[in-house]
T-cell receptor, first 111, second 116 residues
Framework: ELKVEQNPLFLSMQEGKNYTIYCNYSTTSDRLYWYRQDPGKSLESLFVLLSNGAVKQEGRLMASLDTKARLSTLHITAAVHDLSATYFCAVGTEYGNKLVFGAGTILRVKS | GAVVSQHPSWVICKSGTSVKIECRSLDFQATTMFWYRQFPKQSLMLMATSNEGSKATYEQGVEKDKFLINHASLTLSTLTVTSAHPEDSSFYIC????????????FGQGTRLTVV
């Protein structure tokens, strides 16, 4: 059974600082997703990572995937308040048909 | 990206009644739709997977008689919560996938269900 562990679960950071959210998963998968969720809202797709060594960047967020280590990271550079949200990683299973989500990381960026 | 519309956005119902939630793919044909439930401050848990024209596949622990899923067309799936109870209060989110691109799943806006 695929298990996805995300840490930290809560992250309070100062504006301008850098930090990384980690996502470990237990079995082989060919795809890894990162989503953002604002309070009371649905999911916003951030990144889809499909191969070992994949790195994608959008603004202050950068995601990477190491399929051998079964690890993905979401790196935040020079955080700003607007990045405050909950971030989920999700791993595709059964040929990517299902997604198993991590517990989520609540990010609070303080001014 | 593709658009998935979920309706209603929120609903309040009395205990014992049934509620239907619709999930529509607006600009693509969704061969597969997924229904998730999210309790406050928790992650998303997959409830069931539905393929157009066939019976839904439910995850372990999800009561198929309580959560009725119908995927009658390539653009519409419905989730009916039957005989709702307060413990069914949750945020329900659907997502859809097209046969053309299996790498991406598009999420609806979610439905906040409150059972009183």
């Amino acid at each position: 059974e695929l298990k996805v562990e995300q840490n930290p679960l809560f992250l309070s950071m100062q504006e301008g600082k850098n930090y990384t959210i980690y996502c470990n998963y237990s079995t082989t998968s060919d795809r890894l997703y990162w989503y953002r969720q604002d309070p009371g809202k649905s999911l916003e797709s951030l990144f889809v990572l499909l191969s070992n060594g994949a790195v994608k960047q959008e603004g202050r967020l950068m995601a990477s995937l190491d399929t051998k280590a079964r690890l993905s990271t979401l790196h935040i550079t020079a955080a700003v308040h607007d990045l405050s949200a909950t971030y989920f990683c999700a791993v595709g299973t059964e040929y990517g048909n299902k997604l198993v989500f991590g517990a989520g990381t609540i990010l609070r960026v303080k001014s | 990206g593709a658009v998935v519309s979920q309706h209603p956005s929120w609903v309040i119902c009395k205990s014992g009644t049934s509620v239907k939630i619709e999930c529509r793919s607006l600009d693509f044909q969704a061969t597969t739709m997924f229904w998730y439930r999210q309790f406050p401050k928790q992650s998303l848990m997959l409830m069931a997977t539905s393929n157009e024209g066939s019976k839904a596949t439910y995850e372990q622990g999800v009561e198929k008689d309580k959560f009725l899923i119908n995927h009658a067309s390539l653009t519409l799936s419905t989730l009916t919560v039957t005989s709702a109870h307060p413990e069914d209060s949750s945020f329900y989110i659907c997502s859809a996938r097209t046969f053309r691109d299996l790498t991406e799943a598009f999420f609806g806006q979610g439905t906040r269900l409150t059972v009183v």
